[in-house]
T-cell receptor
Framework: EPEVTQTPSHQVTQMGQEVILRCVPI?????FYWYRQILGQKVEFLVS????????KSEIFDDQFSVERPDGSNFTLKIRSTKLEDSAMYFC?????????????FGEGSWLTVV | GQNIDQPTEMTATEGAIVQINCTYQ??????LFWYQQHAGEAPTFLSY????GLEEKGRFSSFLSRSKGYSYLLLKELQMKDSASYLC???????????FGQGTELSVKP
């Protein structure tokens, strides 16, 4: 069964450093998402991406965050200058379409620890 | 605003049936989804409802009433491996994002 893959699975970084999290969405999917989950809290929407541009973003997704689809398969989330509060699990997700009947599939996540 | 409520914790017995409720108030609605999440892992898709009524998938069923802003997930013949967090999520219009509730931590005991 096709799946969303993410790298790295774990990353520890120092505060102020840049981090890039990588994702390979399911190959025929057109909509891509990043979510995050701080330990013990709910899954929070960050950004959705379609046709090489951001279609929607949350208040969390400020100027420190950016997304890119550098080639036909990868989808990346960059955090320019990490803060302690960025420590969380980051999930990439994708769906074939945005309509009601289309399921969003999640990758296994990237644990980010900022020290 | 957007608000999705579900109980924080539930406990049930192996072999029994459990119902996890979810109420929602959202500015746009394009389906209600249920995911299962084990600690430290990704949410995995269980079921979704777009129209009112019951959807059945094996041991899992989900119900939706759009007029009441209410859904439930029904788990039958509970197994120990069903111990997990169950996430209720509403899909919005626009970019199709999911907005999640806090999750219901289900403990299945022998």
């Amino acid at each position: 069964e096709p799946e969303v893959t993410q790298t790295p699975s774990h990353q520890v970084t120092q505060m102020g450093q840049e981090v890039i999290l990588r994702c390979v969405p399911i190959s025929n999917h057109l909509y891509f998402y990043w979510y995050r989950q701080i330990l013990g809290q709910k899954v929070e929407f960050l950004v959705s991406f379609y046709n090489n541009e951001i279609s929607e973003k949350s208040e969390i997704f400020d100027d420190q965050f950016s997304v890119e689809r550098p080639d036909g398969s990868n989808f990346t989330l960059k955090i320019r200058s990490t803060k302690l509060e960025d420590s969380a699990m980051y999930f990439c997700a994708s769906s074939e379409d945005r309509g009601a009947g289309n399921t969003i599939y999640f990758g296994e996540g990237s644990w980010l620890t900022v020290v | 605003g957007q608000n999705i409520d579900q109980p924080t914790e539930m406990t049930a017995t192996e072999g029994a049936i459990v119902q996890i409720n979810c109420t929602y108030q959202t500015s746009g609605f394009n389906g209600l989804f249920w995911y299962q999440q084990h600690a430290g892992e990704a949410p995995t898709f269980l079921s979704y409802n777009v129209l009112d009524g019951l959807e059945e998938k094996g041991r899992f069923s989900s119900f939706l009433s759009r007029s009441k802003g209410y859904s439930y997930l029904l788990l039958k013949e509970l197994q120990m491996k069903d111990s997990a967090s169950y996430l209720c999520a509403v899909r919005g219009t626009g970019g199709g994002k999911l907005i999640f509730g806090q999750g219901t931590e289900l403990s299945v005991k022998p």
